[in-house]
């Protein structure tokens, strides 16, 4: 049987293409106005249309056409759109110029005539006036001949496997006439039992996940690039064993990867103080550093929630990461990735700052898989498993800055520059101000 196709929009580095491409759909476009995130996106899924520009103007023919898809049926359509317009009285919320791109997202679902979407944002449009926005998107979705499964739910990573608290608000829909999807429900739990159900299983813990990675510190060359070749330990946790792709069952039904096995990837050193290192090592496991307010990992617990820091239009603040349960550092990317629930093979921007941004602000895999099993079911698809591995794509992808990415694009760089004397970020008003990560915790 045919795989079912998907379509990602506002993909960034790709959690939620990744989970569903594992769920068994075949990602064929993704759009991302980010030139660096969509280089990396192309790095993880070559056989994947990114399309580097904004869904503002994007016509679902034109997504059909850069796909090579035809008249062929979409599946689903995925992403997660920033909003902002909350303060305005008397007005509706979605009409908001600052909410424009989820009036696009709407709009491209129906062009594309897809049988099933996935709507995925923060936890806080639940709460407070944001309920009025929620309300005004459905019936937007109901207007074009979409129906929605009530109530919504607010998923948590944690609950599925991931060892990192991160909740998220999920809306799925269907076009008229078709099997509503119902959301997952938890596989897994906390590693401390924390609401623990009959029949459920523990999930992974800080530990399961990164204590087979090498310790970056033990490589001069990471403090000059993010790479370098390793002898990796044979005993792992039944969840790292998943993350280095050690069995089939570990690709669930998504596309093998050639890579190299034997590298340890996006793991850059960073450099701290001494006088920092010291009070990394003086905080006690699952508590916060008081000086620099970063939260040192519980070996036997999960990650607090793994924030993006800003984007170049907003000052380029480093993504927080967390304090490593047992080097006196922060983690690195690749441990960021590990307690996200992305695979090794996967990789994200050589710097730190854009690598931690992709992970921050993406959903995790392994959540994206569970709520795209949930579409795959209402569907009545049965995906085969591919035979087809992957090559992947060209490294220069993952180190390409913003002004590089454009000119491989062929677009001109959307972000910006700073001025230097003021520190201030030059905008345009209109599309480039809706397209910021308006929505603190911001997903894809």
């Known amino acids: ?167 998220r608000l999920f809306l799925l829909g269907a076009r008229a006439g078709l099997p509503l999807p119902s959301y997952p429900g938890p596989t897994a739990l906390r590693p401390d039992g924390e609401e623990l159900l009959s029949g459920i299983e523990i999930g992974p813990s800080c530990r399961d996940a990164l204590e087979d990675l090498p310790d970056a510190e033990s490589f001069e060359a990471l403090l000059t690039r993010d790479w370098v070749r390793t002898k990796w330990p044979s005993v792992r946790s039944s969840y790292a064993k998943e993350m280095r792709g050690d069995s089939d069952a570990s690709w669930h039904r998504g596309y093998r990867r050639n890579w190299d096995k034997g590298l340890l990837t996006s793991s850059g050193r960073s450099f701290h103080t001494e006088i920092s290192r010291q009070r990394f090592r003086e905080t006690s496991p699952g508590e916060v550093e008081p000086i620099s307010r970063l939260y040192k990992l519980n070996p036997s617990g999960v990650s607090n929630t793994l924030r993006a820091g800003s984007d170049a239009g907003r000052g380029a603040f480093t993504s927080p990461r967390p304090i490593h349960y047992r080097h006196d550092r922060c983690v690195t990317v690749r441990e960021m990735a590990r307690l996200h629930g992305f695979p090794d093979w996967f990789r994200f921007h050589t710097t730190k700052w854009h690598g931690a941004r992709q992970i921050g602000n993406s959903v995790p895999p392994p959540l994206a898989r569970a709520v795209a099993g949930a579409v795959i079911e209402a569907g009545g698809h049965r995906p085969r498993i591919p035979d087809r591995v992957l090559d992947l794509g060209d490294p220069s992808l993952l180190s390409m800055g913003l002004a590089e990415a454009a000119r491989y694009w062929g677009i001109e760089n959307p972000i910006g520059r700073r001025d230097r004397k003021s520190g201030a970020r030059k905008r345009k008003q209109s599309e480039i101000e809706a397209q910021r990560l308006l929505c603190a915790g911001y997903g894809k």
């Open 1 to 167: 049987m045919p795989r079912p196709i998907g379509v990602d929009l506002f993909s960034g580095v790709g959690g939620l293409s990744l989970g569903f491409e594992q769920a068994g759909f075949d990602v064929v476009a993704a759009v991302e106005y980010d030139p660096v995130h969509a280089a990396c996106h192309a790095y993880n899924f070559p056989h994947c249309a990114t399309l580097a520009r904004s869904v503002a103007g994007l016509s679902g023919d034109a997504i059909r056409a850069a796909s090579d898809l035809g008249n062929r049926t979409v599946d689903v359509v995925f992403g997660g759109a920033p909003c902002q317009g909350f303060s305005l009285i008397g007005q509706r919320l979605l009409d908001d110029p600052r909410n424009a791109l989820v009036r696009e997202f709407v709009r491209i679902v129906g062009e594309l005539d897809a049988r099933y979407f996935v709507f995925e944002n923060v936890k806080g449009l639940t709460l407070g006036p944001q309920r009025k926005f929620l309300d005004e998107l459905i019936e937007s979705f109901g207007e074009i001949g979409y129906e929605i499964r009530l109530p919504w739910k607010v998923l948590n990573a944690v609950s599925f496997g991931v060892p990192q608290h991160r909740e």
